[in-house]
């Protein structure tokens, strides 16, 4: 094979979209020494001896455009490359070598995402982009249902490939880059995490509401810390000062991609009450490191989670409440989470995503 591949985010490595091709990238050199991939987008180097680099010139949003729309498809027309995967949401309109495009979610379709004229209109070329695309590939089967029924591509042309947890998130830590952490952020008591973003989907507020319902009915209620960006931007902070939660929440704000599986695995339990995940990371890091997860039923985190943590309706503040306390004080329980989340993250690995995306590429050259 010759696959070229949209590499836009490669080199934004903190995005969710430049993880998610780095680690596809990473599993194609080793799983597929033998075949050729042509990284089509702005300088960022191969990632392995079977891919170089089509470095294309692009600035900005109208740049970003242009790359999406001709630049990667006309240089994937002179490389002679088979398919062109577009690792996220922006598939071409026209393309004269088949594209396979990667939907990780429909968020940009929600009400509260779609944005000014210019954003919508972009989502309108992603949308019909997709419908046009050979193949959509996606993280879980409840964002191939969103695709298949709000985008009306055809079932058989969705694939689901589910993400992988990276090794670094694992039970066991150096105790001194453990205590360097806590000093850090000042973390002196028992807490309970919750790590992500802070817009609306991600039902942060509830968590405020449910953490103080059940502060008061723990005998030694721990502390809430929330790590997510631009706390300070929301009214999250307010909401706290409402609730007389200013002494027991914590916001830290952004932190280090280095410094997630340390906060994890020091937690006493991780919290995340999210409407809609195309996946769902955070929980699953977090089982992976061994914390005890209570986590939203909705949308794909059931398929994350199974029955490796606890799921509750996001939107009944009493039932996250009950089962933050359940998790907090029941020994066997929480002795249950600990070692069932490990063993149920294992069967998320970018290894696996890697040789479920080479299977795509072969089933579409193979028509």
């Known amino acids: 094979m010759r696959v070229g591949v949209n590499t836009w985010f490669l080199a934004q490595p903190t995005t969710g979209s430049g993880q998610y091709v780095r680690h596809i990238l990473q599993a194609f050199a080793a799983q597929a020494p033998d075949e050729e991939f042509v990284l089509l987008g702005p300088a960022s180097g191969p990632l392995g001896p079977n891919q170089r680099a089509h470095v294309l010139g692009a600035r900005g949003d109208a740049g970003k455009v242009w790359l999406e729309q001709a630049g990667v498809p006309l240089a994937a027309w002179r490389e002679k490359v088979q398919l062109i995967h577009y690792p996220y949401f922006a598939a071409p309109l026209v393309s004269p070598v088949p594209v396979v495009v990667t939907v990780h ?21 992603a949308v019909e982009g997709t419908r046009r695309a050979v193949m959509v590939l996606t993280d879980s ?27 670094c998130y694992r039970p066991e830590h150096d105790p001194a880059l453990a205590a360097g952490v806590r000093r850090k952020y000042n973390l002196r008591r028992d807490f309970v995490l919750y790590l992500g973003g802070l817009d609306a989907r991600k039902n942060v507020p509830a968590l405020l509401r449910a953490f103080a319902r059940a502060r008061d009915q723990l005998c ?27 002494a027991s929440v914590r916001f830290l704000g952004a932190v280090e991609e280095t ?18 995940e195309g996946f769902g990371l955070p929980p699953l890091e977090a089982m992976a490191c061994g914390t005890p997860v209570v986590c939203s039923n909705a ?33 066997a329980l929480a002795a249950r989470l600990r070692s069932a989340g490990p063993a149920r993250a294992a069967q998320f690995t970018w290894e696996r995503t890697g040789r479920e995306t080479l299977a795509v590429y072969r089933e579409v050259l193979g028509r």
């Open 105 to 125: 979610d429909l968020i940009p379709l929600m009400p509260d995402y779609r944005g000014p004229a210019k954003v919508r209109a972009y989502t309108r070329l």
């Open 141 to 167: 089967d409840a964002s191939r249902r969103d695709i298949v029924e709000r985008l009306g591509v055809l079932p058989e042309r969705v694939r689901v490939v589910y993400l992988g947890v990276e090794a």
């Open 220 to 246: 030694d209620p721990p502390e809430l810390v929330i790590a997510g960006p631009r706390p300070e931007a929301t009214d999250l902070p307010a909401l706290a000062q409402r609730l007389e939660l200013a």
């Open 259 to 276: 410094e997630k599986p340390i906060l994890y695995g020091v937690a006493r339990l991780f919290v995340f009450p999210s409407f809609y």
């Open 299 to 331: 949308s794909s985190l059931p398929e994350v989670i199974g029955d490796a943590g606890l799921l509750v309706d996001p939107a009944d503040e009493d039932a996250l409440a009950e089962a933050m306390c359940r998790a907090l004080e029941d020994r």
